[in-house]
């Protein structure tokens, strides 16, 4: 048996441009680019709920040696509504200083400034509003006042790199401090 795959209605808004208060006519959306944003707008909140796991694997993991404690800490604490990846990211920067997982500063300043580059883009393709307009798709968030960003594949590009970069750091990060506990350094 299959899983049912969804077919929800999604929003898009088309941007018209009238110069001089003349209307040019309707911009003409490229429906194939619109299946492929908000693919890509759900690679990237599902890819942010990943590093957000790793994260917490490796909070808890910090704290706690045995699994079932670990895992008990994700579910009581960590899981809750109001610690945001926000908090993680703070929780988790605080706690590689204190711990001195890194040689130097400039490795966990790093690796905290791609967590936040994560938890930025996803905020914005989670709340932001993808638009056409002649010269194709962007998208349209809220930071310091409204912004757009143009959804080329540069910019694709460049967010597959932030989010895969991040994800192997972090993954590095999870393997020597499992490594380190098992050699009982921690």
């Known amino acids: 048996m299959s899983m049912y795959k969804l077919k929800l209605l999604k929003g898009v808004r088309v941007a018209i441009t009238v110069p001089n208060g003349t209307n040019t006519g309707e911009t003409k959306v490229n429906w194939d680019d619109h299946e492929i944003i908000l693919e890509n707008r759900g690679e990237?909140?599902?890819?942010?709920?990943?590093?957000?796991?790793?994260?917490?694997?490796?909070?808890?993991?910090?704290?706690?040696?045995?699994?079932?404690?670990?895992?008990?800490?994700?579910?009581?604490?960590?899981?809750?509504?109001?610690?945001?990846?926000?908090?993680?990211?703070?929780?988790l920067s605080r706690l590689l200083e204190?711990?001195?997982?890194?040689?130097g500063d400039g490795d966990r300043?790093?690796?905290?400034?791609?967590?936040a580059s994560i938890k930025e883009t996803r905020n914005r393709f989670a709340h932001g509003n993808i638009c056409f307009d002649k010269s194709g798709a962007y998208l349209e968030y809220y930071k310091n006042g409204l912004t757009t960003q143009r959804l080329?594949?540069?910019?694709?590009?460049?967010?597959?790199?932030?989010?895969?970069?991040?994800?192997?750091?972090l993954s590095e990060l999870f393997r020597k401090i499992l490594n380190s506990k098992k050699n009982n350094v921690t």
């Not at 204190?98 to 040689?103: E, G, H, T, W």
């Not at 300043?109 to 967590?115: A, G, R």
């Open 44 to 91: 990237i909140i599902s890819s942010a709920l990943g590093i957000e796991t790793l994260i917490d694997d490796i909070i808890s993991s910090l704290f706690f040696d045995q699994h079932s404690d670990s895992k008990l800490f994700k579910e009581i604490f960590l899981s809750q509504e109001g610690v945001s990846l926000h908090t993680k990211e703070r929780a």
């Open 109 to 115: 300043k790093q690796l905290i400034s791609k967590i």
């Open 152 to 169: 080329d594949d540069s910019y694709w590009k460049e967010v597959e790199s932030s989010f895969n970069t991040t994800s192997q750091l």
């Open 98 to 103: 204190a711990k001195r997982i890194y040689d």
